[in-house]
């Protein structure tokens, strides 16, 4: 066998290789391209085809992802949302919810978010008998956490680690060994729940040392008249720094920037308040947003973030309190952080006056069971009694007014086209002589004036009241409406309070009965005083016809204990003596008093100054 290699026989393979690659690269058919006879076909099928007989073509069925691919998937997506908790939010039911109550409260607390989505206070109801739910999904707790991107646990699921009538942990975990841990207490007999945020290994989620936690509320309506409660609903807080409250309220879209450190942040509304303070810390760099709303069932939108800062290992420890509660003074003055500032006392003397007089003997008289009106009955007469001095001065001091009144018209007469100055100079050597005070019947009213003042405040913010009824009213801490019209008045409203007639009747009564004890001296003097008086109880009439029944209830039982004070009065003072102790005073010489020698001083520069012109 010759083991020679043959060249010719190579060459004639390799000229065979290239006429089959030839053939088959030029005569073969283009991938994806149907072949020209069955184009035709198919063609001729569907054209000679109605639409009745055409035949769908069967679509081809995908291809069933195995299960691992789908858990894959999901998990891949979860991780893109969620993190380092994409795990905790597959192994964690986010529709799970969790109670904590006491004989106040009871408390739904969600694990989504791990957040309080329902404050239902027990011992109230909203004015049309319903439950009272401070917090019904209407809330929002929220602190951000940023690791390469930012995430809210608000969207995150926390698991239950311990759960019992008055104490709740939830945790948060992360892939990483990150730890977000909430502690929820309610202890018995409070409005106030503890809320504990720890977390551990979360440094690198909270960059810079701090986080930002936002509170949002949509408050509730709860109360009869939406109006005086969309009045005050507002967000109040106080400084840590300073002993001062200050507030955000308006009738639109309001925003502010609090510079300074916050001890707490109040949603307060009329009656009721969500109260959030940081008791081993203060809220700093705080945003704060008021909106009112249109929707019936709520009165405004607030909201507030607030920088948090973290411990020295980058950690969080946060300890809340939550009050969610009743805005009654003692509860509030109970935690001692000045929440009780939310109550609208009034300042100065009429915050005074309620805080230490008014508050103390509504509540001696609260802890005997007695009716709320009658309460404001006796709490009337209290007051009258103890202003009953100063009544029986400004009494003494009109009569002695009226027993001058015909010496004063002879004044009036003869002084009628001269000097005006001459005239009250005259008038006031009149006074002096006869020992009368013209101020004597005022100055005792002027001060009433900050006790009425103070009640003006008290009853319409007084808790106390609410869905109280007495006599015809249901509810004396709103108006007591007896009649409803099918219109509304401008200034005076869609409705007629019986209490406010009432009120303005007697105060009109009353506004008469002085004219005629004072005499008409001083209406000569200045004569539009004479309607403008009389004008006063027609503009209140408009202005509390939306207010406390309670409110004009008081004043309309004032008024009437007032009217007795008067005839009680009028029975032993006997005008004849009045007068002829006055004429004794007038024959024995009086010392010039300050008041009369600045008269004169005036009388003299003026008559100076006259004599100078006339030169």
Same mark, same amino acid.
């Given at each position: 066998?010759?083991?020679?290699?043959?060249?010719?026989?190579?060459?004639?393979?390799?000229?065979?290789?290239?006429?089959?690659?030839?053939?088959?690269?030029?005569?073969?058919?283009?991938?994806?391209?149907?072949?020209?006879?069955?184009?035709?076909?198919?063609?001729?099928?569907?054209?000679?085809?109605?639409?009745?007989?055409?035949?769908?073509?069967?679509?081809?069925?995908?291809? #069933?992802?195995?299960?691992?691919?789908?858990?894959?998937?999901?998990?891949?997506?979860?991780?893109?949302?969620?993190?380092?908790?994409?795990?905790?939010?597959?192994?964690?039911?986010?529709?799970?919810?969790?109670?904590?109550?006491?004989?106040?409260?009871?408390?739904?607390?969600?694990?989504?978010?791990?957040?309080?989505?329902?404050?239902?206070?027990?011992?109230?109801?909203?004015?049309?008998?319903?439950? /009272?739910?401070?917090?019904?999904?209407?809330?929002?707790?929220?602190?951000?956490?940023?690791?390469?991107?930012?995430?809210?646990?608000?969207?995150?699921?926390?698991?239950?680690?311990?759960?019992?009538?008055?104490?709740?942990?939830?945790?948060?975990?992360?892939?990483?060994?990150?730890?977000?841990?909430?502690?929820?207490?309610? #202890?018995?007999?409070?409005? @106030?729940?503890?809320?504990?945020?720890?977390? @551990?290994?979360?440094?690198?989620?909270?960059?810079?040392?701090?986080?930002?936690?936002?509170?949002?509320?949509?408050?509730?309506?709860?109360?009869?008249?939406?109006?005086?409660?969309?009045?005050?609903?507002?967000?109040?807080?106080? !400084?840590?720094?300073? $002993?001062?409250? $200050?507030?955000?309220?308006?009738?639109?879209?309001?925003?502010?920037? =609090?510079?300074?450190?916050?001890?707490?942040?109040?949603?307060?509304?009329?009656?009721?308040?969500?109260?959030?303070?940081?008791?081993?810390?203060?809220?700093?760099?705080?945003?704060?947003?008021?909106?009112?709303?249109? #929707?019936?069932?709520?009165?405004?939108?607030?909201?507030?973030?607030?920088?948090?800062?973290?411990?020295?290992?980058?950690? /969080?420890?946060?300890? &809340?309190?939550?009050?969610?509660?009743?805005?009654?003074?003692?509860?509030?003055?109970?935690?001692?952080? #000045? &929440?009780?500032?939310? %109550?609208?006392?009034?300042?100065?003397?009429?915050?005074?006056?309620?805080?230490?007089?008014?508050?103390?003997?509504?509540?001696?008289?609260?802890?005997?069971?007695?009716?709320?009106?009658? %309460?404001?009955? %006796?709490?009337?007469?209290?007051?009258?009694? %103890?202003?009953?001095?100063?009544?029986?001065?400004?009494?003494?001091?009109?009569? *002695?007014?009226?027993?001058?009144?015909?010496?004063?018209?002879?004044?009036?007469?003869?002084?009628?086209?001269?000097?005006?100055?001459?005239?009250?100079?005259?008038?006031?050597?009149?006074? +002096?002589?006869?020992?009368?005070?013209?101020?004597?019947?005022?100055?005792?009213?002027?001060? @009433?004036?900050?006790?009425?003042?103070?009640?003006?405040?008290?009853?319409?913010?007084?808790?106390?009241?609410?869905?109280?009824?007495?006599?015809?009213?249901?509810?004396?801490?709103?108006?007591?409406?007896?009649?409803?019209?099918?219109?509304?008045?401008?200034?005076?409203? $869609?409705?007629?309070?019986?209490?406010?007639?009432?009120?303005? =009747?007697?105060?009109?009564? !009353?506004?008469?009965?002085? +004219?005629?004890?004072?005499?008409?001296?001083?209406?000569?003097?200045?004569?539009?005083?004479?309607?403008?008086?009389?004008?006063?109880?027609?503009?209140?009439?408009?202005?509390?016809?939306?207010?406390?029944?309670?409110?004009?209830?008081?004043?309309?039982?004032?008024?009437?204990?007032?009217?007795?004070? @008067?005839?009680?009065?009028?029975?032993?003072?006997?005008?004849?003596?009045?007068?002829?102790?006055?004429?004794? *005073?007038?024959?024995?010489?009086?010392?010039?008093?300050?008041?009369?020698?600045?008269?004169?001083?005036?009388?003299?520069?003026?008559?100076?100054?006259?004599?100078?012109?006339?030169?």
């Amino acid at each position: 066998m010759n083991s020679k290699f043959d060249l010719n026989t190579l060459i004639g393979f390799l000229l065979i290789g290239g006429i089959l690659l030839y053939f088959g690269y030029f005569t073969g058919e283009e991938p994806g391209q149907v072949p020209a006879t069955e184009q035709t076909a198919a063609d001729s099928t569907v054209a000679a085809a109605s639409p009745e007989e055409a035949v769908q073509e069967e679509q081809p069925q995908a291809a #069933e992802v195995p299960d691992s691919l789908k858990n894959l998937n999901d998990s891949l997506a979860n991780h893109t949302k969620y993190g380092p908790f994409a795990v905790a939010m597959l192994e964690t039911n986010a529709d799970t919810a969790f109670t904590l109550e006491n004989e106040l409260v009871e408390l739904s607390v969600s694990a989504l978010g791990g957040q309080i989505q329902e404050a239902r206070l027990k011992e109230y109801q909203t004015y049309d008998s319903l439950p /009272l739910y401070l917090i019904n999904d209407n809330a929002n707790f929220n602190l951000a956490l940023v690791g390469g991107k930012r995430y809210y646990t608000a969207d995150l699921a926390f698991k239950p680690i311990k759960s019992s009538t008055n104490e709740l942990v939830l945790e948060l975990k992360g892939e990483n060994g990150e730890q977000l841990r909430y502690t929820y207490r309610l #202890e018995p007999g409070s409005y @106030q729940v503890q809320w504990n945020v720890t977390s @551990q290994n979360m440094a690198q989620l909270l960059p810079g040392g701090k986080t930002e936690l936002t509170w949002e509320l949509k408050a509730n309506r709860h109360e009869k008249n939406r109006e005086n409660e969309l009045t005050m609903t507002e967000i109040e807080y106080r !400084y840590a720094n300073e $002993d001062d409250v $200050d507030e955000l309220n308006g009738t639109g879209t309001e925003e502010e920037q =609090v510079e300074e450190d916050l001890s707490w942040i109040a949603y307060k509304q009329q009656f009721f308040s969500s109260i959030l303070h940081l008791q081993n810390g203060t809220l700093e760099n705080t945003k704060l947003l008021h909106q009112v709303t249109d #929707e019936e069932e709520h009165t405004k939108y607030m909201a507030a973030a607030a920088s948090l800062n973290t411990t020295s290992s980058g950690n /969080l420890d946060a300890d &809340f309190g939550l009050y969610l509660g009743p805005n009654k003074y003692d509860v509030l003055a109970a935690y001692e952080q #000045e &929440f009780e500032q939310l %109550i609208p006392l009034g300042w100065g003397i009429f915050g005074w006056i309620n805080r230490g007089i008014v508050i103390n003997i509504f509540n001696w008289l609260e802890q005997y069971g007695i009716n709320y009106g009658i %309460i404001i009955l %006796i709490i009337a007469l209290i007051f009258k009694l %103890i202003l009953f001095p100063l009544t029986y001065t400004s009494y003494r001091s009109m009569a *002695k007014m009226r027993v001058l009144k015909p010496e004063m018209d002879e004044l009036n007469e003869k002084f009628k086209d001269k000097d005006p100055m001459k005239k009250q100079q005259a008038t006031m050597e009149l006074y +002096q002589k006869a020992g009368v005070n013209p101020l004597g019947g005022c100055l005792p009213m002027l001060l @009433q004036m900050p006790i009425l003042i103070a009640l003006f405040r008290f009853f319409p913010a007084s808790i106390e009241l609410r869905q109280q009824s007495f006599l015809w009213a249901d509810d004396l801490s709103t108006y007591d409406s007896i009649l409803n019209l099918p219109f509304e008045i401008p200034f005076y409203g $869609d409705h007629v309070s019986l209490f406010t007639l009432l009120m303005t =009747v007697s105060t009109l009564i !009353y506004t008469y009965m002085n +004219q005629q004890l004072t005499g008409s001296a001083q209406n000569q003097q200045l004569p539009p005083m004479k309607y403008i008086i009389y004008f006063m109880p027609i503009i209140f009439l408009g202005v509390f016809n939306s207010y406390a029944a309670g409110l004009s209830y008081y004043y309309f039982v004032a008024n009437m204990i007032t009217f007795g004070q @008067q005839f009680a009065i009028r029975s032993f003072i006997d005008d004849e003596k009045i007068h002829a102790k006055i004429q004794e *005073k007038k024959k024995k010489p009086k010392k010039e008093n300050r008041l009369m020698r600045r008269m004169k001083d005036m009388q003299e520069q003026q008559n100076r100054q006259m004599r100078r012109k006339n030169k």
